[in-house]
């Protein structure tokens, strides 16, 4: 009986061992693994997207609402432009010329056709033509006068100011025709002209700016002189002349069309001319001032 309690007791030890987990063994070599540190997830905001620039709404400045007052302007777009100037011209001569000049005036006309691309570079024709016959001591004197011009420029916009700037081919012919006595004298010339022109925006509605316009240009052309009778200049192979161009005034300009890219435009704008020639005489040299009032479109 003993002996089989001390053997029952031996197998249930035995048993126990066997069935028990091995404990992991240590040693001086191993490293336990550390713990890994993840920092917490971060929502990070989307890149932000610099502003779009749009052109305000007439009358609103752009630097009262904090934005950079510096965007595209709604005129710099491709366009043909045409435009017809109606011009009541007075012309000047010296009274020492005829015994005395009639400054009654005329009409005087300027056509001009171009095409501006959305970079603000264009060209363009344009034809001034002017007639008047005065009553003078001598008689009546019929002065013709008239100049073509074809431009080429590049238009600068600032804001919502706009500076153009170029120039070209130029011609010109005037004529002096004394009637009572079959006289005539007359000159073609060709040559170059340089241009600048401005346009400021005054005040500002929803589609419609009435703004400062300008203009002034400078022709330098050579040609010769035709007389046939009259005493005060001589048949020329080579004449040096000069025409000077000044003008200044207001200009309405209303937009339209879907995107209002579109728009006409109504001037009034005096201008002067001086025509200087090396062979006339001073006091035969013509000046002429009126005011424009101009209609054109931009399509």
Not at 72 to 87: C, T
Not at 199 to 204: D, G
Request: aromatic share 14%; hydrophobic share 40%.
């Amino acid at each position: 009986m003993y002996r089989f309690v001390v053997a029952l007791a031996v197998a249930l030890l035995t048993e126990r061992i066997l069935l028990a987990e091995p404990t992991p063994t240590v040693t001086s070599d191993a490293v336990l693994p550390s713990p890994v540190y993840q920092p917490p997830l971060a929502l990070l905001p989307p890149n932000p997207q610099p502003p779009i620039m749009e052109y305000p709404p007439p009358g609103e400045n752009m630097a009262v609402r904090g934005e950079v007052p510096w965007c595209k302007s709604p005129y710099q777009n491709s366009a043909w432009r045409i435009g017809v100037d109606l011009i009541p011209t007075v012309s000047h001569i010296s009274d020492d010329a005829f015994g005395g000049w009639t400054e009654n005036g005329a009409l005087a006309l300027r056509l001009n056709l171009g095409f501006e691309g959305d970079d603000g570079f264009g060209t363009r024709l344009l034809f001034w033509g002017f007639g008047q016959t005065a009553d003078t001591p001598v008689g009546d004197v019929e002065l013709d006068a008239s100049t073509f011009y074809w431009d080429f420029y590049k238009r600068f916009f600032v804001q919502d100011a706009e500076l153009t700037l170029g120039g070209g081919l130029a011609g010109a012919h005037m004529e002096y025709d004394v009637k009572a006595f079959d006289q005539k004298a007359d000159v073609s010339a060709g040559g170059i002209s340089m241009f600048g022109e401005g346009f400021y925006p005054l005040w500002k509605f929803e589609r419609t700016d009435i703004g400062s316009v300008g203009r002034a240009r400078i022709a330098l052309l050579t040609g010769s002189w035709r007389d046939h009778g009259t005493p005060f200049v001589d048949s020329t192979d080579n004449d040096m002349m000069t025409i000077i161009e000044l003008a200044w005034g207001i200009e309405i300009r209303h937009r339209f069309g879907q995107k209002q890219d579109k728009y006409w435009y109504i001037d009034f704008v005096p201008e002067l001319q001086r025509w200087e020639s090396a062979t006339l005489p001073d006091i035969c040299e013509p000046g002429f001032d009126g005011t424009n009032i101009s209609f054109g479109l931009a399509w």
